[in-house]
């Protein structure tokens, strides 16, 4: 089992930057792919950026965001802030079959999920 908790989000204004973390625990992180989600409200959930369990593989939907990650943490930096960016930002984790889109953007395809974090983004 591993658990998941988000830190960093906040208010920020347009052009601003953030970097949010997924703090694991659970031996198995370290060989688990990661995906970073945003819902907005009204919207469906969405992935932002992913990132395979070597570090060898990343997707990114937008080039202003950046994942990285070591043994026990992922991070998400999100540069250039704007206001459609505002959501609820959840990281996800589970060992991926494979990295292409099909799978990766898949949310089902996660076992576990933090609680999620706010990023709000004034103009």
């Known amino acids: 089992q591993v658990q998941l908790a988000e830190s960093g989000g906040g208010l920020v204004q347009a052009g601003g930057s953030l970097t949010l973390s997924c703090a694991a625990s659970?031996?198995?992180?370290?060989?688990?792919?990661v995906g970073w989600f945003r819902q907005a409200p009204g919207r469906e959930r969405e992935l932002v950026a992913a990132?395979?369990?070597s570090g060898g593989n990343t997707y990114y939907a937008d080039s202003r965001f950046t994942i990285y990650r070591d043994a026990a943490t992922a991070y998400l930096q999100m540069n250039s802030l704007r206001r459609e960016d505002t959501a609820v930002y959840y990281c996800?984790?589970?060992?991926?079959?494979?990295?292409?889109?099909?799978?990766?953007?898949?949310?089902?395809?996660?076992?576990?999920w933090g609680q999620g974090t706010q990023v709000t983004v004034s103009s």
């Open positions: 990132i395979s369990w």
């Open positions: 996800a984790a589970d060992r991926l079959p494979d990295f292409t889109s099909e799978t990766i953007s898949n949310r089902f395809r996660y076992r576990f």
């Open positions: 659970g031996y198995s992180f370290s060989t688990y792919g």
